[in-house]
């Protein structure tokens, strides 16, 4: 269940997609353990017939050279070739002929005794003849004399194999090293053989092999060089293994073969045959063919299921998903409905009649809530014109009092006249930054005449203010929150830095002073104020009155913020909207 958590976040497609594959592997891996165990089942019975008929071919053999073994010593045990043999140079030649009549006689009843018998032979080196079934006129071959001449290898195994022909022999005397008197040899028919081997085989193909790993000598039926070395190997194997008989499946010239073996001990010898698989398989291969057609069908119709999903399901939801997302971003386009009756061109119809409405409601409660915003503004802008204007009037009472002070009296009265012809326009909501900076600074020469040396103010980025359009009075309120809180608590000097830099698309305003006296607690205090400003609308005066209108026309993420000043005091950070 686990293996299947990571479709949990997926799209439909994907889900869907593994869905129809979930069902279709399945039925191709059943198709094909079906075919596999069927391939393994005939390969196996055709295996255990061949290997049957294999041994039924090989006990014929065997049968056939047991046969000829046992009845050797009663023609070498022959009267007229012992005394042949013995006295063959005293006798007549119409004794010495009558004598080999009789001797070709018996050899031929031998040789047609056995369809496995090709010749049968006697080698009488007195006579220096060759006396064969048929014939006694011819010499005695030396090479072939002495090939045919027994060992202790021959008493176990009584078969020679001569310039590619298969004897078996038997001399008289017996049991001697010594020069024998005469040999009765029996030539074996090859092709009597390669044609039991063919039977074996049938007509499946491939070919047939009898393996003397001993002697080094074999007899093939339809292999090629090639193939009778390979099968030679493979019978090294099974000896080395001990293998008496059984079945394989074998790999020869990028080939399948299935090879059958069995040994024969009369002829100390492996019979292997091997039939090409798929001639072992037969029909078989036809439907494994017809499997691998049906998996690349299946590859076609993933690819077609794949494209009808893509084509009719995925892209028009991923169409409606997209314009859900624009209207997410307050985007209200409709869709073009290119679908016919079906689900989605339903969803589409009731999407662009949603959309349509949202438009209408818009419409209607845009202009009322700009209306809205705008009295708000006005509503806190205008809480915000008389709360200088008591203290200036006593300000200049009292410079005009002096004596001696008609010089500041005469500026003070120009900065108060700038001043409240600055604070008294209300044609426009948003003014230039600059002109902004100036009324603050225009503020900062009142209060300097009002404080005297005792504050010391410094501008950084006068002339490097861009060119936007800010709310009206939000420079102001906070420089007087510091002539206020700060200044007007301390004894000694004051210091007022006021800076501004731009930062990452907006442009931020700082004004620091240097009171020691604000403790962490009250930072903290003002700024959850601040937090939490949209929800005490009652109280709109100061730093909460510029935060809220700063956040009024750009937005939640600008506004004020306070902290720890460089200077020691509190520093307000005024964030705008450079855009």
């Given amino acids: ?50 290997l049957n008929t294999a041994r039924y071919y090989m006990d014929s053999l065997d049968k056939e050279a047991d046969r000829i073994e046992r009845y050797l010593p009663n023609y070498v045990m022959d009267q007229d070739l012992m005394e042949i043999a013995a006295t063959g140079d005293h006798m007549s030649s119409y004794e010495r002929s009558s004598s080999i009549l009789d001797i070709q006689k018996r050899l031929d009843l031998m040789r047609n005794s056995s369809p496995f018998i090709r010749e049968t032979k006697a080698y009488i080196p007195v006579i220096d003849r060759t006396v064969l079934s048929h ?13 045919m001449r027994q060992s202790g290898k021959l008493y176990e195994e009584p078969f020679i194999i001569w310039r590619d022909r298969l004897f078996m022999s038997m001399q008289y005397p017996t049991g001697t090293t010594s020069k024998p008197l005469y040999i009765v040899a029996v030539e074996l028919s090859v092709p009597e ?41 493979f019978s090294r194997q099974k000896s ?26 009369v002829w100390n010898a492996y019979a292997v045959t091997y039939v090409p698989e798929a001639e072992v398989l037969g029909s078989l291969e036809v439907y494994r063919t017809l499997f691998w057609w049906a998996c690349g069908l299946a590859v076609v119709i993933v690819l077609f299921f794949t494209y009808f999903l893509l084509r009719i399901i995925y892209r028009p939801l991923m169409k ?49 809530q700009i209306r809205n915003q705008r009295s708000e503004l006005k509503r806190l802008q205008s809480q915000i014109n008389p709360h200088f204007l008591y203290n200036c009037f006593f300000v200049l009472c009292r410079l005009i009092k002096s004596g001696n002070q008609q ?80 200044f007007d608590r301390m004894p000694g000097p004051g210091e007022l830095w006021l800076r501004g830099e731009p930062d990452e698309g ?24 601040l937090r939490y400003s949209a929800n005490r609308i009652e109280e709109t005066t100061g730093l909460l009155n510029v935060h809220r209108r700063i956040q009024l026309r750009y937005g939640e993420e600008y506004g004020l913020a306070v902290a720890r000043s460089e200077l020691g005091g509190l520093q307000v950070r005024i964030r705008l909207s450079a855009g």
């Fill in 506 to 529: 907006s442009f931020v305003f700082y004004v620091e002073d240097n009171c020691d006296r604000i403790t962490d607690e009250e930072i903290e205090a003002l700024r959850k104020k």
């Fill in 240 to 265: 080395a293994a001990g293998a008496r008989q059984g079945s394989e499946t074998i790999a020869y010239n990028g080939a399948r073969y299935v090879a059958i073996y069995t040994y024969s001990a």
């Fill in 320 to 368: 409606l998903v997209h314009s859900f997302r624009r209207v997410q971003m307050n985007r209200l386009e409709t869709i073009a409905v290119d679908r016919g009756a079906d689900e989605f061109g339903y969803l589409y119809e009731a999407f662009n009649d949603t959309v349509l409405h949202l438009k209408t409601l818009i419409e209607e409660n845009y202009e009322g």
């Fill in 1 to 50: 269940m686990k293996s299947l958590l990571f479709l949990r976040d997926s799209s439909i497609f994907k889900k869907m997609l593994v869905a129809f594959l979930a069902a279709l592997l399945p039925l191709l891996a059943i198709t094909w353990m079906i075919v596999e165990q069927g391939s393994n089942r005939i390969r196996g019975e055709i295996s255990e017939s061949v």
């Fill in 407 to 486: 010089e500041k009296a005469y500026r003070f009265c120009l900065h108060i006249g700038q001043y409240f012809q600055f604070i008294t326009r209300n044609d426009e909501d948003d003014i230039p930054l600059k002109l902004e900076a100036e009324h603050s600074r225009t503020y900062v020469e009142m209060q300097s005449i009002c404080y005297g040396d005792r504050i010391q103010v410094a501008f950084d980025g006068q002339d490097r203010l861009p060119d936007i359009l800010v709310p009206r009075l939000i420079l102001q309120p906070v420089i007087e929150n510091a002539y206020k809180h700060a």
């Fill in 193 to 233: 053989i390669r044609g039991t081997l063919a039977q074996i085989r049938g007509s499946r193909g491939g070919g047939s092999a009898m393996i003397n790993l001993d002697r080094g000598w074999s007899v093939e039926s339809g292999a090629d060089a090639d193939m009778a070395s390979h099968m030679q190997e």
């Fill in 135 to 147: 014939s006694f006129e011819t010499f005695l071959d030396l090479e072939e004399y002495a090939a």
